[in-house]
Every structure is written in C-alpha cells, then in structure tokens.
DNA sequence: CGGACTGTTGAAATATATCAATATTTGTGG
DNA sequence: CCACAAATATTGATATATTTCAACAGTCCG
C-alpha cells in the first residue's frame, strides 16, 4: 500500500516504525469508479479512508437543495475524520476521478491513538492544520469577491499538487467540471465560467482541455485574499521520538495492538 | 483556575487525574479588558490560550481590508490552537466582553502531548469539531442566505452556551454589535440589522438591550440549513482509561514533567 | 457515431452592498 | 446620578455582484 506520507513529513522526520505503522494502517486497497459515491451524508461510519490515488470531494447538503463541496481531497488525505466524532458521516464522499482508498476501522485508529503518541501528536497537529485550511476558504467565500477566491483556490491547488509531483511549470490537470468548482466556491456554474474567461482574457491562465497552466502565479498569489501557510517542520515543542515509544509500547494498554494485523 | 470541561466532558468520562491535569494545565489568570486585542494575526506565537470567561473574537484579516469573524469563542474554547503548527499568530484574539483567559506556553502543551495519549486522543477529537463546526460555518456562509445564516448563528449560540448556564428559556445575553455579527456571517452590519429586524417582526426572537430571547427555536431550527450535531459521548474506539495512563506515565518520556508545575 | 455531459454567452431578476442621514443606546467623567 | 460624547442601531435610496433562466455550442465517452 504505498499511502502518500508527504503530509506527515512536513511536520517531523518519521522514524522507520512510524513509517512502517502508517503504511499499514489501512486495510485492503479499493478501487473507486469516476462518479462514485462511497460515503453518503448521514449514515452510520466505523471508519475512516486514506485517499492513495485520485480526487475525491467532500460535499454537504443543505436545506435548500443546494451542495457545498467543502474541500477537494488528494491523495495523501485522511477522508471523513470529521465524522468519527459524530459516528455518522458529516459529508458525502464522491469520486471525481478514478481513486483508489483503503479503509481503517474506528477501533483500529483507537489502537493508534493508544500506542502511538507521537503520531496522535502528528494527527492532531494535521486536524488543526485542515482547521487552518477551512478558516482560509471561509474567509474567501465569506468576504472576497469571485474573482479572488478562484484565485485562492488555484493556487490552492497548485501548492497541494507540487508534492505529489502532478505540477509541471505551474501546469496541472484540473479534472473538476465548472460545476463542481462553482459548489467548491459557493458560485454559480455560469459565474464561474464567467470569471475563468476573464482570468484567460487577461493572460493570468491559460487552458488546454482539462489542463490549466498558470502563467502568472505572483499576481494570482497576490489576488488571493489570504496568504500562504507553511507548516513548521519538527517544532521544538512535539514529543520526542522516544526509544520506547517508537515501537509502539507506549502506553501500556494494548502494547502491540498495532501489530496484530 | 476554574476552566470549565463541559467541551471534553462532553466526550468523555474524565478521571480525576485527568481532571486535574487539565485544571492545571494553564498559567496564571490574565484579565482583558473589553475590546482588548491580545494576539495580533502574524505575530510570532508561544503558546495557546484558555478562556475562562467572556467572549473574545478570532478573525482574519483579508487582503481586500475587510475582516472576517472566524468564530466567537466561549468560556472552555482553546484559543489560538491552528496557531501552533506555523507559530505565527493564524488570527486576532480579541476580547469582545471583559475576559479572563490563561496561557499554555506549547512546551507544555508538549507535555500534556508526550504524557496522556487519552488526553491527546481528545484533543484531537476536539480538534475534529471544531472543523466540522467550521464546516457548518462554510455551508452556511457560502451557499445559504441571509436569513438562514442569522438563523444557523443564533441556534449555534444557544446550543454553546446551554452547557454553561448562560440560557434561561432560550434567552441569552448577546453582547455582540451588528457590526460584529456582520463580519461574523459575511455580511454588511445594515443588512444584519434588516435581517434582525425581520425575524424579530415575524415573531422568531425579541431583543431587549443585549437580551435576545428565541420565541420559536423549532422554526429557528428549521431555517438554519444545517443541522445539529451531537458528539458521541465516549465511543468504543476511544483510548481505555488505562490505570498506569491516568497517572501520567504513559509515555518513557519525561514522566512527571506535567506534574512539576 | 451519437447522446449526454460540459462549457459559453446573453438578458433579466435579485439579494446584498454602499452611501448617507438620523435615532437610540451605552459608557464615562464630572 | 446626570449629562454628554461616542458607539451602535435604524431606515431609505441607489448601486452592483451574482443568480437565474434560457439557448446553443463543444467535447467527451461508450
């Protein structure tokens, strides 16, 4: 199961046990159609699923009728954690793309949380790091204008795909309809194609199909109408990487609960 | 320091240990005044901070000038945690009522890390909240209107300040400005004010000075277009309450270094 | 190849913003 | 406790970004 660690990494040098605990966290690989949908908002969840290749979004329904899609997940995230609180699915999971997922049962995260702390250290610090994230998208939706928030949401992109290597010369696959952008950015389809051509005309991207390129990265930046976050890598405050704790001993629970599979 | 735990109570049955763990996890008790601002978005950040009581604010500042309230914070909120993974201030903490508030350097949030993996477990579930309440905010803010939005905010607040007391037949103390409220939901403080005024017309709330009292919460219920969440109080995954964890000792670390203070 | 998505453009409607003037409340210092 | 200044709330008129509705053009995929 070869689970993107890119974002784990960016916050400490994972000892080889750590590596080796998150790569098997998850279950058996699964494959998921373009379109499917494999979690719907509302039902019962007893677990979480890593997201290995694809893009999946995170929708919610409202009232109205209308979707919001609250993020647009690639691999290396953890999808429905938010749901693990409640126990029951906080949003609809659908596959944009073809994706492959693998799952992990609530109780086996337990097992984690219990035996690792530095990694439950790591996976808290990664929660309030989607916290950061989401404060950003609301205070594009809720305060900027079209326009500015199609540019945060660019560049948004273009940061979270660099790592994984899907960016070559500020160029990328944008495999998301103008629908589904315009859900991601609380916009109308038709405003969004709108507000896209004008960002053509003007020269700041170019596109090619499904196949944005953006040729003017500063300036998009500094239409974004909120800054860049670079997580701290290894800060001087998280737990060391203990001796006895990195074999999965620490607590003395459930000792090699993690082992077991 | 009487931090009130309704928050992770509310997750968990805490041990005694626990609770004396998080009693005296904070420093001494700082008093804010009204409208005092004590952390400025950017600056470089040490710690988090505990709020005791009052209402302080966390907004952003957008490149456009406006600002936007990501969340009014209640006695028992953790201020300032998506801070810690950049160590630079995300937000501006403002003290909207006089405050008292209390200060968690992150070496000693470290600690707590690195010696109570049941406590980590909660506060990484605790972190997971506050994104799905985020997420609530978004749907709310992005792809609902005025109205709805007013209605979500208002049900929010009574749902938050229940657990401490602060709601006698659904009437509560709202010690915000429209102007407040505006930057809260997205909007102008005039179209707040007609927004108001129209609920208050049809018979959902009255208001008298800061009082606002709901006359109809199921209808205020209905309106807000997303719906109420219930954390799970102690699920099956969760951490055991291990005999050798409740004292500290989990982790090989540094034993009782939360016990020094 | 053909049918179903997806993108594009126009015209009209609407929720919300902006600007501006006045009323009311609130906190403060005498 | 009063009076006053500053902050906040209220209302009206007008402007505007975005939505809605609708028609048509591409393009994708089976």
Redo the contacts between chains.
Sequence with gaps: LNYPLHRFEALAKLTPAEVDVLRRLGGGLVTRRRGEIFQREGEVTTGIHLLLEGWVTSS?G???G???I?KVHLPGDMLA??S????RA??TLTAVTHAVTSFV???R??EL???Q??L??L???A??????S??????A?????AR?NLARFLVDIHARLTPIGAVVNDSFDLPLTQDVIG?L??LTPVHVNRTVRNMQREGLIARDRRRITLLNLRALR?L???PP????FE??????R????MDGQ????EPDALERL
Tied chains: 1, 2.
């Design positions: 919610v409202l009232a109205s209308r979707r919001l609250q954690a938010p693990m609180v409640i126990g906080v949003d049962p609530y109780t995260m337990g949380l219990a035996s702390p530095r439950t250290s996976l808290f610090i929660a309030q790091m989607e916290r950061l989401l404060i950003d998208t609301l205070a939706t809720g305060a900027a204008t500015e859900d950015l609380g500094s974004s109408p909120v976050r670079m997580p701290e800060p001087d405050w998280l737990p060391p203990s001796h006895r704790a620490a607590s003395g629970a």
